[in-house]
């Protein structure tokens, strides 16, 4: 349970919020009361908040280490994924996992939605989280700055298709990109519907000439 000190010095008068946690005892001052009585507050309702202040894992790995580790032993796919958390490390960099607070995640969230699509948000939370839950596994902790906060609502509205007089124009136009490969993965994304990722991430294993399939 966290108690609350005030503490009279030669600068005015701090409070001090104290608690105990896995037998570690955490303190921190504040020159305003409801400023410690909110803190001591957050510790009593916000189980993985108190835990990250007194997790050594949470407190000493830092976000670069954690995404770089992850990214070494995920053996998905999607390099999309990779990408989305590279822009998070850009964002918390050297930063210990513990400090990364739900608040901020939201902030940052809502500075990408000025130019990203609530889906692209969602993609952008979803690899966060993953990267959290693989740290929970990897080192038992319990803390996740994404849970709690609610996906951003897709738009629903109807795919609209090419029609037959725009067709031939956009495979016409990717003929005379300055990048060779772009008519094939046109043509190759109209021809099977397969999203961007699947198309790139594709190697001649995934290929069956005999059967004219790709997996």
């Known amino acids: 349970m966290a108690t609350i000190q005030a503490r009279k010095g ?8 104290e608690f105990m946690r896995d037998g570690r005892r955490i303190s921190k001052s504040f020159k305003i009361k409801k400023d410690a009585q909110k803190f001591a507050a957050s510790l009593l309702v916000d189980d993985s908040f108190a835990h990250s202040l007194t997790n050594h894992t949470l407190n000493t790995l830092k976000f670069s280490e954690a995404v770089d580790l992850f990214i070494k032993l995920d053996n998905g796919k999607d390099p999309s994924k990779h990408q989305r958390l590279n822009y998070w490390l850009s964002i918390f960099e050297d930063k210990p996992v513990g400090k990364v607070t739900r608040q901020q995640v939201k902030t940052e969230l809502k500075a990408l939605s ?33 849970k709690g906060i609610q996906q951003f609502t897709e738009d629903n509205a109807r795919t609209r298709f090419l029609s037959t007089e725009e067709l031939p124009r956009l495979l016409d136009a990717s003929k005379r990109s300055t990048w060779d490969k772009l008519y094939l993965l046109v043509l190759m ?20 000439l005999k059967t004219k399939t790709a997996t």
């Open 114 to 146: 000025a130019d990203k699509a609530p889906a692209t948000l969602n993609r952008y939370k979803a690899a966060l989280g993953s990267l959290y839950r693989f740290l929970s596994n990897e080192f038992d902790i319990d803390h996740n700055p994404t």
């Open 10 to 17: 030669k600068k005015g008068t701090t409070y001090r919020v």
């Open 189 to 208: 994304a109209i021809t099977t519907g397969a999203r961007r990722t699947e198309l790139l991430t594709l190697t001649w294993a995934d290929i069956n």
